[in-house]
C-alpha cells in the first residue's frame, strides 16, 4: 500500500475515534437523567436515580406513571347516633360512608388514613354538631399531634360547623384522622365529611 494511503486510514481512524470519545458522555447522560420517555405523546417511564421515594417493588429506580399512583378519599357520617361507637379514649371522630377511596388507603372503621408515599397531601373536614349549645374544637391530627383546627360555637343555631382545610407533608405510613378536642357532639354529626388527597409526591 502507499505510504499517503496509509496516512490517510490512520488520520480516518483518529477521526472516527474522537467522535467516539465524544459521542459517549452524551449517551451515558441520557440513561441518567429523570426526563421521561415519549412515545407517541405519552409518558412510559421515568428513570429515576433516587429510588427511595418510590413505593416498595420498583427495580432499577423505574416509576411507572399510572393511574396506581393516585390516591384520594372522601367519607361522610349519614346517621345521627349519639357518639357511643367514639372511644372516650382517642375522641377519633369516625365516618360510616365512603363516597372515594382511590388506593383504598382510608380504612373506615378506624376513619384513619394511612400515607402510602412521602408527599404534600391536601384535607379538608366539615364536622357538624347538632343541637348541642357547646363549643366544639375539632383537629385534624397527624401521628398525633394537632396540624389544623377548627371552632363550633354559635349558642342560637341548631346546626352548625366546624370546617378547615389546608396542605400538610405526609411521609410513608404516616397516620391523618380527625379529633374531637373539645366539647362534645351529642346528637349525632350527620352530614360531617373528611377528605383528602395526594397533591404531588416528594
Known amino acids: 500500500m502507499h505510504p499517503r494511503s496509509v496516512h490517510l486510514v490512520i488520520f480516518d481512524l483518529a477521526v472516527l475515534l474522537g467522535v467516539l470519545l465524544l459521542w459517549a458522555p452524551l449517551g451515558s447522560r441520557g440513561q441518567n437523567d429523570t426526563e421521561p420517555i415519549v412515545l407517541e405523546g405519552k409518558c412510559l417511564v421515568v428513570c429515576d436515580s433516587t429510588p427511595s421515594s418510590e413505593p416498595a417493588g420498583n427495580a432499577l429506580g423505574l416509576s411507572v406513571r399510572s393511574g396506581t399512583g393516585r390516591v384520594a378519599f372522601s367519607a361522610t357520617r349519614q346517621t345521627n ?50 343541637y348541642n349549645r ?38 410513608r405510613g404516616d397516620k391523618a384522622y380527625l379529633k374531637l378536642e373539645r366539647g362534645n357532639l351529642m346528637g349525632g354529626w350527620k352530614y360531617s365529611t373528611f377528605s383528602g388527597f395526594l397533591v404531588f409526591p416528594l
Open 81 to 130: 347516633h349519639e357518639p357511643t361507637d367514639m372511644s372516650n379514649r382517642t375522641m377519633i371522630i369516625y365516618f360510616d360512608h365512603i363516597l372515594v377511596n382511590v388506593g383504598s388507603h382510608f380504612d373506615q372503621e378506624s376513619s384513619v388514613f394511612l400515607a402510602p408515599r412521602r408527599g404534600v397531601y391536601s384535607f379538608n373536614f366539615h364536622v357538624v354538631k347538632a
Open 134 to 171: 357547646q363549643t366544639i374544637q375539632v383537629s385534624l391530627m397527624l401521628n398525633g399531634w394537632p396540624m389544623i383546627s377548627a371552632f363550633a360555637g354559635d349558642q342560637d343555631v341548631t346546626r352548625e360547623a366546624a370546617t378547615n382545610a389546608g396542605l400538610v407533608i405526609m411521609e
